[in-house]
C-alpha cells in the first residue's frame, strides 16, 4: 500500500511538473482576481491605423497580447450620443463582443453623457439638457437598459457595470449633483442600479469615485446613497498617484478599502490606475503594491485592479499615462499583472 501512494504521488507530482509556468501559478484566487484594462480608445486607435507589438517585436492583436501580458479583464466606457460614435453603443458591443470571445471578463462603464465625466464635468448629453428630473430619471433607466440589452443580444454577459464614472459630486449636473440634492443623486443612482439588474441580475452594480485614498469623500458619498435607500455591490475607485508618494496613496487606499468593507459590507474594485508613461519600474511597483493589498482584503472582497488605458503610446489624444513605449510594445509597468 505504502508503495501503491508513493507511486500516485510521484505521478501526481511529474504531472504538475509537466504543466507550463502560468498553468503552475494558476489558483482559485488568480481565476477570481481581475487584473484589467480599460481599453474603450482601441477600436478609434485601431482606424487610425495603431498597431501594437509585443516584446520582441512582433505585431499582434491588441487584446491578445493584454492577454499574454496577464490582462483577463476589458472595462469599456460607454457615451450616449457621442459626436464620432466612438464608445456610443455600437462601438461598445463591437468591442465588447470581440473582447469577450478571447474570453475576457467585461466591466462595463456608464458615464451618462456624450463626452467624458469625471469629477470635474458631468454634463448632461445634449438630448436630455431640457428633460424635467423626472424625465431625466426614466432617460438614464431607458439608456442603461437599451445598451446591456444590445449586449445581452449579443451573447456578452458583463460581469460589472458602474453606474456613473467618478461620481465625487454625483452625476448629470445641475439635478444630479449631489452636493446639491444628495437624494436627487440618489434617486438616479437607483434607477440606474434598478435597470442593470432588469437586464443582468446576476452583474454586479459599481459605485465608482475617484481618490481611492480619500476616506472622507467616499463616506460622504456611500453614506448619501446608504441613507437615501440605494442597494448596489461594489465600490470602485481610481488612484492615479505620482512617482513619489504611490506608497503613501497606496497605504491610505487600504485604509479607505478596510474602511468601506467595514462600514457597507462591499466588494471593492480598483477599476483605473495609471502612472507616466515614462516611469514605468515605479508604476510597476506601484500596481504591484497595490494588487497585494487589494487581495489581501478580508473575505476575498478585494476583486481586481485596472489599467486605464494602457495600450495608449506616441501620446495618443495627449495621454501621458500608459503602459506601452513609443515603439508600442508594452513597458516593465505591465509586468506587475503578470
Given at each position: 500500500m505504502k508503495v501503491l501512494w508513493a507511486l500516485l504521488l510521484f505521478c501526481v507530482m511529474m504531472g504538475a511538473c509537466d504543466k507550463k509556468p502560468?498553468?503552475?501559478l494558476s489558483s482559485p484566487l488568480a481565476d477570481n482576481f481581475a487584473k484589467g484594462?480599460?481599453?474603450?480608445?482601441?477600436?478609434e486607435m485601431e482606424s487610425k491605423g495603431i498597431k501594437f507589438y509585443n516584446s520582441s517585436g512582433q505585431q499582434q492583436d491588441c487584446i491578445d497580447l493584454l492577454k499574454q501580458l496577464g490582462i483577463n479583464a476589458i472595462r469599456l466606457r460607454v457615451w450616449v450620443n457621442p459626436v464620432?460614435?466612438?464608445?456610443?453603443?455600437?462601438?461598445?458591443?463591437?468591442?465588447?463582443?470581440?473582447?469577450?470571445?478571447?474570453?475576457?471578463r467585461i466591466l462595463i462603464d456608464f458615464h451618462?453623457?456624450?463626452?467624458?465625466?469625471?469629477?470635474?464635468?458631468?454634463?448632461?448629453?445634449?438630448?436630455?439638457?431640457?428633460?424635467s428630473f423626472a424625465d431625466l430619471n426614466t432617460a438614464l433607466a431607458a439608456h442603461t437598459k437599451e445598451v446591456l440589452t444590445g449586449?445581452?443580444?449579443?451573447?456578452?454577459?458583463p460581469e460589472w457595470v458602474q453606474v456613473g464614472n467618478e461620481i465625487n459630486d454625483g452625476l448629470l449636473w445641475e439635478e444630479g449633483r449631489a452636493s446639491k440634492s444628495m437624494p436627487q443623486f440618489a434617486t438616479l443612482v437607483k434607477s440606474g442600479c434598478t435597470a442593470v439588474k432588469e437586464v443582468f441580475p446576476q452583474a454586479k452594480v459599481i459605485i465608482h469615485v475617484s481618490n481611492g485614498y480619500n476616506n472622507a469623500l467616499f463616506r460622504w458619498i456611500m453614506d448619501g446613497l446608504s441613507q437615501n435607500g440605494v442597494s448596489w455591490d461594489v465600490i470602485g475607485m481610481s488612484l492615479y498617484p505620482s512617482v513619489n508618494d504611490w506608497q503613501l496613496k497606496n497605504e491610505?487606499?487600504?485604509?479607505?478599502?478596510?474602511?468601506?468593507?467595514?462600514?457597507?459590507?462591499?466588494?471593492?474594485m480598483i477599476a483605473e490606475v495609471g502612472m507616466p508613461v515614462n516611469q514605468p519600474n515605479a508604476c510597476k511597483q506601484f500596481i504591484s503594491d497595490l494588487i497585494s493589498k487589494t487581495r489581501s482584503l478580508p473575505g476575498n472582497k478585494g476583486l481586481g485592479v485596472f489599467y486605464w488605458e494602457p495600450q495608449c503610446y506616441n501620446g495618443w489624444q495627449g495621454y501621458q499615462l500608459g503602459a506601452f513605449d513609443d515603439d508600442g510594445r508594452p513597458t516593465a509597468a505591465m509586468d506587475a499583472f503578470r
Open positions: 502560468e498553468e503552475q484594462s480599460d481599453i474603450g480608445w482601441l477600436s464620432n460614435g466612438w464608445c456610443g453603443k455600437q462601438d461598445v458591443i463591437n468591442q465588447a463582443v470581440r473582447a469577450s470571445q478571447k474570453g475576457m451618462y453623457s456624450d463626452y467624458w465625466a469625471d469629477p470635474g464635468k458631468q454634463n448632461k448629453p445634449a438630448a436630455w439638457k431640457t428633460l449586449l445581452k443580444s449579443n451573447n456578452v454577459q491610505q487606499c487600504l485604509a479607505n478599502m478596510q474602511d468601506m468593507i467595514n462600514r457597507y459590507g462591499k466588494e471593492i
